[in-house]
């Protein structure tokens, strides 16, 4: 079955960096976009970078300028590159998918998601 996993959490102090990765494995036979979320502590999960199969990417306002996203088709790894964080980065950041597992439709998405990963940002 698919699962994706996330790691490079952890906590560091406002100012610092973080990489997140998030590889998927299983049955895949095509990866399209991939995005991160994160959910504060009482809030909703929110959209934090999308990165579609070509490189396109999007940012939540509140991160431009200072988180990076990518991807390595290759690997089905997707990347968050957090610099210049701030307290209020600090969340459980989860990473999705839409991967198919049909060989006969590579299009054939469905949407999966990992089981997130603790940053903490203190001041």
């Known amino acids: 079955q698919v699962q994706l996993v996330e790691s490079g959490g952890g906590s560091v102090q406002a100012g610092g960096s973080l990489r997140l990765s998030c590889v998927a494995s299983g049955p895949i036979v095509s990866v399209g976009a991939m995005d991160w979320f994160r959910q504060i502590q009482g809030k909703q999960r929110a959209l934090v970078a999308a990165?579609?199969?070509?490189?396109?990417?999007n940012y939540a306002d509140a991160v431009k300028g200072r988180f990076t996203i990518s991807r390595d088709n290759a690997k089905n790894t997707i990347y968050l590159q957090m610099n210049r964080l701030k307290p209020d980065d600090t969340a459980v950041y989860y990473c999705?998918?839409?991967?198919?597992?049909?060989?006969?439709?590579?299009?054939?998405?469905?949407?999966?998601w990992g089981q997130g990963t603790q940053v903490n940002v203190s001041t």
């Open positions: 990165i579609n199969e070509g490189g396109s990417t």
């Open positions: 999705n998918a839409r991967i198919s597992t049909d060989s006969g439709n590579p299009y054939r998405y469905f949407l999966y």
